[in-house]
T-cell receptor, first 115, second 114 residues
Framework: GAGVSQSPSNKVTEKGKDVELRCDPI?????LYWYRQSLGQGLEFLIY????????KSGLPSDRFSAERTGGSVSTLTIQRTQQEDSAVYLC?????????????FGPGTRLTVL | AQSVSQHNHHVILSEAASLELGCNYS??????LFWYVQYPGQHLQLLLK??????LVKGIKGFEAEFIKSKFSFNLRKPSVQWSDTAEYFC????????????FGQGTELSVKP
């Protein structure tokens, strides 16, 4: 079946602009995660949605970052007033029930470059 | 705060050599442990995971890992690597009381020479 999809695959933006990154999880998966992969920082957790519960935003690096998940499916990660240090690959993952033992299925990522 | 350390940043092996990649975590409570792999140009995918039971777990493609609680370690092993194992390997930890959030190590790049 279809896996996790993300769009766009690449995004180049100028410093100070806002960007939106989209994630379509595997159909039926109730949990959705955003991570960031950057040189020198490895893979960092950003935010986690589980069903109708309040999201775990503990990994968001600043208030310029926000995310929402509409209808329990698609999610959008928004970065306002982008900075060069935001350049990274943003990965989305989903899991069936959001349990701590569940396998997370990752998308291909969005490579963000801030000039 | 939880953290995960992968001591080897880049490992270069010849085909048929044995592999062991180190992973140590810092967290005193119940943990679930994962190894993910990213082959060149592909998505991150699960190799294996441990959450209870036999501390020696077997995954795909002949990989295995051993959970040693007293050492806070979850090292990945393979007796004989192939060129196709060239990839980046990530160890990850989930604290049992924090939902599905994963804390990843820095990753180990494995290059296997044919």
């Amino acid at each position: 079946g279809a896996g996790v999809s993300q769009s766009p695959s690449n995004k180049v933006t100028e410093k100070g602009k806002d960007v939106e990154l989209r994630c379509d999880p595997i159909s039926g998966h109730t949990a959705l995660y955003w991570y960031r992969q950057s040189l020198g920082q490895g893979l960092e957790f950003l935010i986690y949605f589980q069903g109708n519960s309040a999201p775990d935003k503990s990994g968001l690096p600043s208030d310029r970052f926000s995310a929402e998940r509409t209808g329990g499916s698609v999610s959008t990660l928004t970065i306002q007033r982008t900075q060069q240090e935001d350049s990274a690959v943003y990965l989305c993952a989903s899991s069936s029930l959001g349990r701590s033992t569940d396998t997370q299925y990752f998308g291909p990522g969005t490579r963000l470059t801030v000039l | 705060a939880q953290s995960v350390s992968q001591h080897n940043h880049h490992v270069i092996l010849s085909e048929a050599a044995s592999l062991e990649l180190g992973c140590n975590y810092s967290y005193g409570g119940t943990v679930n442990l994962f190894w993910y792999v990213q082959y060149p140009g592909q998505h991150l995918q699960l190799l294996l995971k441990y959450f209870s039971g036999d501390p020696l777990v077997k995954g795909i493609k002949g990989f295995e890992a051993e959970f040693i609680k007293s050492k806070f370690s979850f090292n990945l092993r393979k007796p004989s690597v192939q060129w196709s194992d060239t990839a980046e390997y990530f160890c990850a930890v989930n604290a049992g009381n924090q939902g599905g959030k994963l804390i990843f190590g820095q990753g180990t790049e494995l290059s296997v020479k044919p």
